[in-house]
């Protein structure tokens, strides 16, 4: 009997895989999402800032890390007011892609979700190609959004080579468990001067560092590798491309990962609030099984919210934001 693909392919967990360093060290351990978790770390390296996790789930185990609710059903994960305000954020990333790539170009999204980006291009004009390895999601980028839709693995896709315009990474690359891999075969697939969008967590940023294991944007062990800025650049230099922006402002992710975060260093159950703001079929538990730390949460939101709102301003001036979006092209 052959041993299993992931058995061998497992490294020593000291080696970095961007700089080659093996120095990696424990810098936290991560807290389980479930009581019966193993226990997770996050190693970094000191060389580069470079995260991972440790041990990787294989992909044999990881779906259990991304349970129906993980969705939502339909695809719809917050209540209105909230759904609106997200595809209102959809469409100005639309915008920031169409800006840089010729008319009726190529686009492919990869993990699109549900594909709203690609709905929103569709309807400029453009050519939309979505990967992703939710069934469910792609079911509706591709009926609802009209995009050519390709379900499982990235690298194992059928794309043709060097016929995109642009390729996206909307928090997606975080959850590769071999990024290197993922951007060699996002440069291939490109054009020459192809665009390169790849917005993740920011490792190094100061919500990052404030609160380490209690971090909203951690999100172990789905996140199987933890980018900073020079991480990351130096990663897609690595991979063939030319760094145009790295941007450290995100109204959308960046002030959210400082309000529940603060709530989380308080020992409130997991990520209460972001529960409490998603629709019923995308709840992962009831928010009726902790009515007094619901009312709390509710209550220290006119202190936590401007708080959260000020320090996504202070963290941005110091190019130390939450999140962090680069746009590249391939040289
Ligand atoms: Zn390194």
Same mark, same amino acid.
């Given at each position: 009997m052959t041993a299993p693909r992931d058995t061998l392919e497992r490294r020593d967990p000291h080696d970095c895989e961007i700089c080659g360093s093996r120095r990696g060290f424990q810098a936290f351990r991560a807290k389980g999402l479930a009581a019966d978790d193993p226990h997770f770390r996050v190693m970094r390296c000191p060389e580069c800032g470079y995260g991972w996790t440790d041990p990787a789930p294989p992909d044999s185990e990881i779906g259990r890390w991304y349970p129906k609710e993980y969705y939502g059903r339909e695809n719809v994960r917050f209540n209105p007011l909230f759904e609106r305000m997200t595809r209102w954020f959809r469409r100005r990333r639309a915008r920031e892609?169409? #800006?840089?790539?010729?008319?009726?170009?190529?686009?492919?999204?990869?993990?699109?979700?549900?594909?709203?980006?690609?709905?929103?291009?569709?309807?400029?004009?453009?050519?939309?190609?979505?990967?992703?390895? #939710?069934?469910? #999601?792609?079911?509706?980028?591709?009926?609802?959004?009209?995009?050519?839709?390709?379900?499982?693995?990235? @690298?194992?896709?059928?794309?043709? +080579?060097?016929?995109?315009?642009?390729?996206?990474?909307?928090?997606?690359?975080?959850?590769?468990?071999?990024?290197?891999?993922?951007?060699?075969?996002?440069?291939?697939?490109?054009? +020459?001067?192809?665009?390169?969008? @790849?917005? @993740?967590?920011?490792?190094? #940023?100061?919500?990052?560092?404030?609160?380490?294991?209690?971090?909203?944007?951690?999100?172990?062990?789905?996140?199987?590798?933890?980018?900073?800025?020079?991480?990351?650049?130096?990663?897609l230099e690595r991979a063939g491309f030319e760094i145009e922006t790295a941007t450290h402002f995100c109204f959308e992710q960046n002030p959210y990962g400082w309000l529940q975060s603060f709530y989380n260093a308080m020992e409130l159950e997991w990520n209460l609030l972001y529960t409490i703001l998603k629709n019923s079929s995308a709840r992962m538990t009831p928010v009726r099984k902790h009515p007094w730390q619901a009312a709390l949460t509710v209550a220290l939101l006119p202190v936590f919210l401007p708080l959260a709102f000020l320090l996504t301003l202070v963290e941005a001036a110091f190019r130390e934001g939450g999140t962090i979006e680069v746009y590249a092209f391939k040289e």
């Open positions: 892609v169409s #800006s840089r790539i010729p008319a009726r170009g190529r686009v492919l999204d990869v993990g699109c979700g549900r594909g709203l980006i690609l709905g929103t291009l569709k309807e400029w004009g453009f050519e939309t190609h979505g990967v992703e390895l #939710s069934e469910e #999601s792609a079911w509706h980028a591709k009926h609802r959004m009209g995009a050519a839709m390709h379900v499982g693995n990235f @690298v194992d896709a059928k794309l043709e +080579p060097g016929t995109f315009d642009a390729i996206i990474f909307w928090h997606s690359l975080e959850h590769f468990r071999k990024p290197v891999a993922a951007l060699l075969h996002a440069h291939q697939l490109l054009k +020459p001067g192809g665009l390169l969008v @790849v917005a @993740v967590p920011n490792s190094d #940023s100061m919500q990052a560092r404030a609160f380490r294991a209690d971090w909203f944007h951690l999100d172990v062990p789905r996140h199987y590798v933890h980018f900073g800025e020079r991480a990351l650049t130096s990663l």
